[in-house]
T-cell receptor
């Protein structure tokens, strides 16, 4: 079975600063995909970034980047130059290479302070 | 706007009742997924359909059932409702059910409250 753990229920960061959200996972699969989703107060689920496990290079999307450590089964999200609009719940998710079933973590509530 | 439409946005009902949640996938998407987001268990995968056929089943209770119709919209039926069924129910869709690289697009969810 796959499990995803987000050990930080709540975090806060000053506007324009950098914050890192942690995620660890457990799987016996060798090839898989990892995702970060953002859920603002509007409750819509928005894809932030994704990483293929077979790629060693960390994914980057504008101000969002990941630190993927496959051996440690760690997948953290770094948000640079935090903006007020980044305030949201962030979910880490795992997906096997076969099939499209997501396994989500319990989420980290991020507040950006002006 | 993700292109995935869920109705209703809010639903309030009583224990023991039955409700139907509806989802219209994004145009061109053949696969539909249902998720339950509750306060104590986070987001959990319930069930997946592809082109009308059940494709994968997750932590879906026997009191719950779903189907995908020929026009590709999907319905999630919840019966004998209990207080613990109160949650946000999401529908998502994707083009290819076998390609994890194809992103799932989420609807805005249906908030179900059991009184």
């Amino acid at each position: 079975a796959q499990t995803v753990t987000q050990s930080q229920p709540e975090m806060s960061v000053q506007e324009a600063e950098t914050v890192t959200l942690s995620c660890t996972y457990d799987t016996s699969e060798s090839n898989y995909y990892l995702f970060w989703y953002k859920q603002p107060p509007s409750r819509q689920m928005i894809l932030v970034i994704r990483q293929e496990a077979y790629k060693q290079q960390n994914a980057t999307e504008n101000r969002f980047s990941v630190n993927f450590q496959k051996a440690a089964k760690s997948f953290s999200l770094k948000i640079s130059d935090s903006q007020l609009g980044d305030t949201a719940m962030y979910f880490c998710a795992f997906m096997k290479n076969t099939g499209n079933q997501f396994y989500f973590g319990t989420g980290t509530s991020l507040t950006v302070i002006p | 706007d993700s292109g995935v439409t869920q109705t209703p946005k809010h639903l309030i009902t009583a224990t023991g009742q039955r409700v139907t949640l509806r989802c219209s996938p994004r145009s061109g998407d053949l696969s539909v997924y249902w998720y339950q987001q509750s306060l104590d268990q986070g987001l959990q995968f319930l069930i997946q359909y592809y082109n009308g056929e059940e494709r994968a089943k997750g932590n879906i209770l026997e009191r719950f059932s779903a189907q995908q119709f020929p026009d590709l919209h999907s319905e999630l039926n919840l019966s004998s409702l209990e207080l613990g069924d109160s949650a946000l129910y999401f529908c998502a869709s994707s083009v290819d059910p076998d390609s994890p690289y194809q992103p799932q697009h989420f609807g805005d969810g249906t908030r179900l409250s059991i009184l």
